[in-house]
Every structure is written in structure tokens, then in C-alpha cells.
């Protein structure tokens, strides 16, 4: 647990700076809109009451979050059995890239959706199929990162580069595809996002009001990830010392023959095994 949670914190400082610059592109695309969309698209924010800001930062920001902690942390897709080195650094680091995915794309559909809703007048579109698909898939690839991490469903390219940085993968592959199947759902939801931001940046003129109020809802989608991250990096480190705290195996103790109390424990298996095969 000790280092999945000092790995939750570097994907936590990761995941701030990732959102820091979603940020400025959400806060810097309302520059591609004239003054007038710029005006309108504001009002159309404004009609935006108590519920519909519950539904987009809660079911859009924290709700991703959440579900992404628990298969971390409370299930086996996290991988604590096998550790840090067992899971082939996907886990945890892949579910934070599938929380970066979640906050891109389901705030944007439950925005759109709640803007239809009070002004479908200026031009907001049907929340299409499609767009719920790659989110979908975003929700889908996270526990599928898990699962590839501890069924060791590496390629050969990353078995070796693994190799290479002392974190050889002995254990055999028990689903192969499902690395495969992993990249796949992030490779599509990460064409669908890039589709979408060339749409937006080469959108014709009668559909800039719209793209213009969902940027600028998600200027605050972006700050309210940004708060929670913030707060979730402190208590990541909380609870990586409380486990280091209670792992007498890899602790210093210099009351022990050895460096580490797993060390001491290995030295005197085998010098017990030594006495055993000398008849001593």
C-alpha cells in the first residue's frame, strides 16, 4: 500500500498540472468567439440553476474521482498484492490517466445536456449517442487498466523496458488481450477528444454560441478538479504513512542483523536451512 499510495501522489501532482492546462484552453477558447456569441453564451451560463451545477461538478467531477479511488484502493483491480513492480506501473498510474479521460469528456455531455435544457433555442444540439459511448468507454477502460495490471498482460516492448529498469515481470500471462483491449478504449476516447477540440476551434459560426457556453462551464469543471486534487495529494501522503508506519518489513531497525526486518527474515531462513542441510 505504501507504494500505491506514494504513486497516488505523483499522479496527484500530475493530474493538477494536466488540469491547470485544460484550464487555460477552456479559459483561452472564448478569444476564438466574437463579442456577441462571447455575450450570449454568457447569458446562457447564466440560466444555469442550483441542480444543474449539482449535476455537472458532482455526477462530472466528483463522482469520476470517486469511482476511480475505489477501484484503486478498495478492489483488486489495484493491484496491492502484487505491488507497485508486480503491476507494471499500470496501476495505478493507468486508472489516473482513465480519471484525466472521465474529467474531459462526462462533464462536457452533462453541461451540453443541462444547456439544452434552458436555452435548446440557440442552437444546443441532441446529446448524441456517440458522445455517451466515449464516455463509456472512458468509465469501462478504468477497471480494464486494472485488470490488465494484475493479470500481467504486458507486450514484449514493455516486459523489456521493464527489464531494462530492474522491474523484470517474472509472473506469466493469464489474459493477454486485455492490455490490448485497454489501449484500445484509450485510443478511441482520446481521437474522440481530439475531434472534438478541432470542431471547436473550426466550428462554423451558427454553432459557436453553444461550444462557447460549454467552455465556459468547464473553466469551472477544470478549477473544482483542480480543488479536489489539490485536497485528495495531502491525504494521499497521510495514508501512505500510515501504512509505511506499520510495515515492519522494509523498516530500519538497527536492533536487527540486517537493514530491513524482510532481510533479517531471510537471513534466518536461510541460515536455518544451512543447519538443516549440515546436520547441525
Known amino acids: 500500500m505504501v507504494d500505491h499510495f506514494f504513486a497516488a501522489r505523483i499522479s496527484g501532482y500530475a493530474t493538477w498540472l494536466f488540469m491547470v492546462l485544460c484550464l487555460g484552453g477552456a479559459a483561452l477558447y472564448r478569444l476564438?468567439?466574437?463579442?456577441?456569441?462571447?455575450?450570449?453564451?454568457?447569458?446562457?451560463?447564466?440560466?444555469?440553476?442550483?441542480?444543474?451545477?449539482?449535476?455537472?461538478?458532482?455526477?462530472?467531477?466528483?463522482?469520476?474521482?470517486v469511482y476511480v479511488m475505489v477501484v484503486i484502493f478498495a478492489t483488486p483491480l489495484g493491484g496491492h498484492h502484487s505491488g507497485l513492480k508486480g503491476t507494471g506501473l499500470l496501476s495505478p498510474f493507468g486508472q489516473f490517466l482513465g480519471l484525466w479521460l472521465l474529467w474531459i469528456t462526462v462533464p462536457g455531455r452533462i453541461a451540453a445536456w443541462r444547456l439544452r435544457s434552458w436555452a435548446a433555442v440557440l442552437g444546443f444540439p441532441k446529446s448524441g449517442w456517440l458522445g455517451w459511448m466515449v464516455a463509456g468507454a472512458a468509465v469501462v477502460f478504468v477497471p480494464m487498466a486494472g485488470y490488465a495490471a494484475i493479470s500481467h498482460s504486458f507486450p514484449g516492448f514493455w516486459r523489456d523496458w521493464l527489464a531494462e529498469h530492474y522491474l523484470e515481470i517474472v509472473e506469466p500471462c493469464v489474459f493477454p488481450v486485455s492490455f490490448w483491449i485497454a489501449s484500445g478504449l484509450a485510443g478511441a476516447v482520446l481521437l474522440a477528444i481530439l475531434g472534438r477540440m478541432s470542431f471547436a476551434v473550426f466550428t462554423r459560426p451558427d454553432r459557436m454560441i453553444p461550444r462557447a457556453a460549454v467552455s465556459r462551464v468547464l473553466t469551472s469543471v477544470f478549477a473544482s478538479a483542480l480543488l479536489l486534487t489539490a485536497l485528495a495529494i495531502p491525504v494521499f501522503q497521510a495514508c501512505g504513512q500510515y501504512w509505511f508506519v506499520r510495515d515492519t518489513l522494509v523498516k530500519c531497525d538497527p536492533a536487527l542483523p540486517r537493514w530491513t526486518g524482510y532481510e533479517a527474515k531471510i537471513a534466518n531462513q536461510a541460515r536455518k536451512e544451512l543447519r538443516e542441510a549440515l546436520g547441525l
Not at 40 to 64: E, N, Q, T, Y
Open 32 to 65: 476564438r468567439v466574437g463579442g456577441v456569441p462571447r455575450g450570449i453564451s454568457r447569458r446562457a451560463v447564466d440560466l444555469l440553476d442550483r441542480k444543474d451545477w449539482a449535476w455537472i461538478l458532482g455526477a462530472g467531477v466528483f463522482l469520476p474521482f
